[in-house]
């Protein structure tokens, strides 16, 4: 299995906020990862695929980068709506997820 | 609109089976790969298996001995079964559908609302 180290597993932050979300796998994974969002309702949505493409009607201030084994999401300006647990899946192989990131409201 | 629905028992004894059901509508489940995950109390997150368009399957090895994804495609539902339950099993469990390009399942694109199994005696 290739194991996914999400940080930080919590994040306070506050609107309009530039925040960014890491995740580094055991081993290299080919840029194939992807980022979810999950709402205090227990809904889920992905926001980018392959590293860095946006999911269909996702904001633009969601973004993705990396390579090899690092990879993050940037949130360029934290919206009300944005306060949520997050995601990353890797699917090189076998797909396994990171343990989360709780972003909150400072 | 795609949507996927699970349905299923809340509560399982140990040592019990797990059958879950999850209905889509919107979309031919002889399309695309078709996928369960579940998420632990606690927030841990794991992929279970899938079945594809043709019926093919594939499993989370840690899984392998005691699961099975089958379908339904006249009802347009797949189903999980997870045998051997015990309280570690103990999760909300998601049905999904996968981002299929025609080469390779990418991402999980839709998914269904999850239903809360507590497995206990």
């Known amino acids: 299995d290739i194991q996914m180290t999400q940080t930080p597993s919590s994040k306070p932050a506050s609107l309009g906020e530039r925040v960014t979300i890491s995740c580094r796998a055991s081993?290299?994974?080919?840029?194939?990862l992807n980022w979810y969002q999950q709402k205090p309702d227990g809904t889920i949505k992905p926001l980018i695929y392959?590293?860095?493409n946006l999911q269909s009607g996702v904001p633009s201030r969601f973004s993705g980068r990396g390579s090899g084994t690092d990879y993050s999401l940037t949130i360029s300006s934290l919206e009300p709506e944005d306060f949520a647990m997050y995601y990353c899946?890797?699917?090189?192989?076998?797909?396994?997820f990171g343990a989360g990131t709780k972003l909150e409201l400072k | 609109e795609v949507q996927l629905q699970e349905s299923g028992p809340g509560l399982v004894k140990p040592s019990q089976s797990l059958s879950l059901t999850c209905s889509v509508t919107?979309?031919?489940?002889?399309?695309?790969?078709w996928g369960w995950i579940r998420k632990f109390p606690g927030n841990k997150m794991e992929w279970m298996g899938y079945?594809?368009?043709?019926?093919?399957?594939s499993y989370n090895p840690s899984l392998r001995s005691r699961i099975s994804i089958t379908r339904d495609t006249s009802r347009n539902q797949f189903f999980l079964q997870l045998n051997s339950l015990t309280t570690e099993d103990t999760a909300t469990y998601y049905c999904?559908?996968?981002?299929?390009?025609?080469?390779?399942?990418?991402?999980?694109?839709?998914w269904g609302q999850g239903v809360m199994v507590t497995v206990s005696s």
């Open positions: 999904t559908r996968y981002y299929y390009d025609g080469y390779y399942p990418h991402y999980f694109d839709y």
């Open positions: 919107g979309y031919s489940i002889t399309s695309n790969y």
């Open positions: 079945i594809s368009y043709s019926g093919s399957t």
């Open positions: 081993q290299g994974i080919n840029n194939y």
């Open positions: 392959y590293t860095s």
């Open positions: 899946q890797q699917y090189d192989s076998s797909p396994t």
